[in-house]
């Protein structure tokens, strides 16, 4: 893949730089990252695929999990949540942190084959806990289902970094130094179901595996006057916690293709 895919070697690269000379005296590289480090970024985008079916299978031990911010999770066990992920690290990983009663994940996606795929999955474990939802809009019935899930104490996974339908609702973030388009299909969602919200990120670091729980909001009330302004105000605060992220674990992140460009 990496020998023949030009245009993620380029993504790969474009976004390692970005982040080398973002972090400045911090970076997580010694030099300017060139073609060696694609190849490293793609190797753990493997790795990371492989990771994804041992989660599906259950094969991750808790054992080999650091959880940071736990208590976030804790308090919204069997209740209704919002879990906002990106394009980074391994969120399937999630199957294996442990609670003292099973948690039901709904994962929000655009994909017509969203009911086969969830039957692969039982297939591969008959105890599953993660449901994959599809969606052609987010309209009134939609809502009505995530918002059913909700009062069930289920979870809802939403991707904030690509929106499962085609949308121009986005708003310019800056990102590791430069704008790019953040889409805003997460957050108002959020706001219209009126449940906690919290970001997660979970990857693997060496031989082990991190998540990290971040706390965004009880609930999100964006005001009518100047909304835009509210939506934006939090997209940034999850775009930093991001970046952090990124800091730490610089291959992890997955969108292989031109990011700041998405128009």
Known sequence: YWVFSTTARQASV????????????????????????TFTHLMQFGECILDKIEGWLGRVSDQNLQLHGHEHFREHYQKGAIIVVSHFGNIELLRAVKSEHPQKINVLVY??????????????????DVNLLSVDALGIETALILQQKLDQGEWIILAADRVPIQSDR??????????ADWPEGAWILANLLKAPVLAV???????????????????LNFPRKDRATAIRQVMRVYVHLLEQHC????????????FWNKR
């Open 247 to 258: 800091l730490r674990a610089p291959y992890q992140w997955f969108n292989f293709y031109n």
């Open 170 to 179: 986005i708003q310019p973030i800056e990102f590791l130094g430069e704008h």
């Open 14 to 37: 474009q976004y390692l730089q970005k982040l080398h000379d973002f972090a400045g005296a911090f970076s997580p590289f010694e030099g300017v990252p060139q073609l060696p480090q």
């Open 201 to 219: 990120f979970c990857y693997r670091v060496k031989d082990h595996f991190e998540v990290h729980i971040h706390n965004i909001a009880a609930q």
């Open 111 to 128: 994909q017509k084959h969203a009911t086969q795929f969830n039957q692969f999955l039982k297939k591969l474990n008959q105890h599953a």
